[in-house]
């Protein structure tokens, strides 16, 4: 059936070019309900949703964003090989879909800014373990919903300005923004490797015959 969780599990790909309809509140929450079904370092739930419609916000953030692709992303795309499960077609593709979230990341009706609230102490490794597993329910959620979105974290190559831009208080810090809106193109089957290639049992390189 179409909501069964292994089925959305499996074509919840990253949706970059998204349409400007407006998407209702109502939706959204669902979609953030889910968030804060995940869960969290000792139940603390330090983690915050800001959602922003404001068109200035979001265009003064796309411009970091930019300035990020232009020293960073462009030209890592550019001399990478295709990532596993893919080709240089379907590469290709990505690459045009990422110049064209880059270009029109502002345009998504909705983002949701998923952050800590840290306090006086400083984000480690483990910091998200408390807020990613609810960026990914959100994802889902909205696959489930119709919606479509992709992780984004590319922002934080130029942290200090998107969060400025982003209003955020001291001792609060982002971990990844998702743009939501209805999708341009269709849901699909997720472009990855072999599963055997990832894992391995008892031995560090040695692979699991039953995988």
């Not at 599963?195 to 560090?204: A, G, P, S």
Request: hydrophobic share 35%; aromatic share 8%; charged share 25%.
């Amino acid at each position: 059936m179409s909501g069964d969780i292994f089925e959305i599990l499996h074509n919840t790909r990253a949706m970059r070019r998204l349409k400007p309809d407006p998407v209702s509140d109502e939706l959204i929450r669902k979609i953030l309900d889910a968030g804060i079904r995940a869960p969290s370092g000792g139940n603390n739930q330090t983690w915050r949703f800001l959602v922003i419609k404001d068109p200035a916000i979001k265009k003064a953030v796309q411009v970091e964003y930019k300035k990020a692709y232009d020293d960073v992303i462009g030209p890592r795309y550019a001399s990478a090989a295709p990532p596993p499960g893919s080709d240089e077609q379907r590469y290709h593709r990505q690459h045009t879909a990422v110049e064209y979230l880059t270009d029109h990341y502002h345009e998504a009706p909705v983002w949701i800014v998923a952050c800590l609230e840290h306090g006086d102490s400083e984000p480690n490794r483990h910091s998200g373990a408390s807020i990613y597993p609810a960026v990914q329910n959100m994802l889902l959620a909205a696959r489930a919903l119709g919606l479509g979105s992709t992780l984004t974290t590319r922002h934080l190559i130029r942290e200090a300005e998107s969060e400025k831009a982003l209003g955020l208080p001291p001792g609060v810090h982002s971990y990844a923004i998702l743009p939501i809106g209805y999708p341009m193109g269709n849901f699909g089957p997720v472009g990855r490797g072999n599963l055997k290639d990832f894992v391995y049992e008892d031995r560090w390189g040695e692979s699991a015959d039953w995988v």
